[in-house]
């Protein structure tokens, strides 16, 4: 039986008594905004985290240098400084009597589109991965709970959508924060979560996201917290499809739902309600058996290792099944490196049968190509037995536990 320490049953208790009598009612400012995410990130700093979001629209600002002034921010003890004038201003935030940003005025300005790109390169890399999710859910509650936040246009001006619809959309990581951050700068005092923010601790926002799990699916690559109420969605990222092991009758189970990412964290390559999905590693190696027997069938490995370099019929017959195949399994959005990789065989097949087309009869002897390679009659057999140890080197990046010999 697992036991838990007094002290942790009390604090859970009074954190659930305190969310359901409502003690201190939420508030969205930018001290809750950051006390949420340094509960979740303890190895960040004060003034390193501080810094980094507001330096997303002022990068000037002096907040990554003042330990203290962050500390007071994240604290709503003081607010940002509506000074025009950075060596003139009269900081509310710190002890200097100039301006430690501009983020006042600059976030009148700002778009939204540059302050996410500057919160996807320059914060979301310091965050951890693993709390991501519970940020994200943990402000959803104090968004929604925040009874000064009205279902209007201010709102849906900064967010891009109503209060009301925020529990039933995808939030992709670094929008979501930049929105929050525009939102509590340009429309919020700081000191009006001083109530709030010293409520805030880890138990208390574990027993908010704890409540959050059914219909949330969090992509780490994708930053995106998924929504789908009754069924989560399906993540595949290019880079990882080829290793699902979901066999054919598992794929059709799985929900009609399906994000693709690209390379670079955060970035979402399409997002598209789908009705077939993207090739599973059975599925691959489905088309690479099935490759193999056709080479066996057409012979291509004994024309590939004859003594003469010939135009066959087999070669072009051969790439026209393969195609056909890749064609009718595997729509073009859907290739992944083995498939093309796949393809570029076929064409470098083409290829070769095109130059042992126009190499004259009398010059097509391997062993003659090879002792007359600066003979002008023996260039195209040249070029195609260059063509040919192409293949053959394309031949063992697909099949690399066999050789030509043996297919």
Not at 330 to 354: G, Q
Request: aromatic share 10%.
């Amino acid at each position: 039986m697992i036991k838990f320490h007094k002290f942790y049953i009390l604090n859970r208790l009074r954190c659930s008594i305190k969310m359901s009598i409502g003690y201190a009612m939420p508030k969205l400012v930018f001290g809750t905004f950051m006390k949420v995410i340094k509960l979740y990130n303890k190895r960040i700093t004060d003034h390193e985290l501080v810094g980094s979001v507001v330096g997303t629209i002022d990068a000037k600002n002096s907040y990554g240098e003042n330990n203290n002034a962050s500390y007071k921010l994240i604290n709503c003890i003081t607010d940002f400084s509506q000074s025009d004038k950075r060596e003139l201003g009269d900081s509310k935030s710190g002890d200097s009597k100039t301006a430690m940003s501009l983020i006042w005025r600059m976030a009148k300005t700002a778009n939204k589109t540059d302050v996410a790109q500057n919160f996807r390169s320059t914060v979301v890399p310091i965050l951890d991965d693993d709390t991501n999710d519970k940020v994200i859910k943990a402000l959803l509650y104090i968004i929604n709970n925040d009874k000064d936040i009205a279902d209007g246009s201010n709102f849906n001006m900064i967010f891009g959508f109503k209060k009301s619809e925020l529990f039933q959309r995808d939030i992709m990581l670094p929008e979501y924060l930049a929105s929050i951050l525009l939102y509590t700068v340009k429309l919020t005092r700081n000191p009006d979560g001083r109530t709030y923010v010293e409520e805030i601790n880890k138990d208390y926002l574990n027993a908010i996201v704890d409540g959050m799990e059914k219909n949330y699916s969090w992509n780490p690559f994708a930053c995106t917290l998924f929504y789908r109420e009754g069924s989560p969605p399906t993540i595949i990222d290019t880079h990882k499809w080829e290793h699902m092991t979901y066999n054919d009758t598992n794929r059709n189970k799985l929900p009609p739902y399906t994000c693709m990412c690209s390379g670079q964290k955060g970035e979402i390559l399409s997002l598209n309600e789908l009705e077939e999905f993207p090739p599973s590693k059975c599925c691959i190696d489905n088309l690479l058996n099935e490759t193999l027997n056709l080479l066996q069938e057409y012979k291509i490995a004994e024309i590939l290792t004859a003594d003469t370099i010939e135009p066959k019929d087999e070669i072009l017959e051969f790439v026209n099944a393969v195609r056909l195949k890749i064609e009718q399994k595997f729509p073009e959005v859907y290739f992944t490196p083995t498939i093309n990789r796949v393809k570029d065989f076929l064409s470098a097949l083409e290829t070769y049968h095109e130059h042992c087309s126009i190499t004259p009869k009398s010059h097509k002897n391997v062993s003659d190509i090879k002792n007359n390679s600066d003979d002008a009659f023996y260039i195209f057999g040249g070029i195609a037995l260059h063509n040919r140890q192409n293949i053959i080197e394309i031949y063992s990046e697909i099949f690399p536990e066999q050789t030509m010999s043996e297919c």
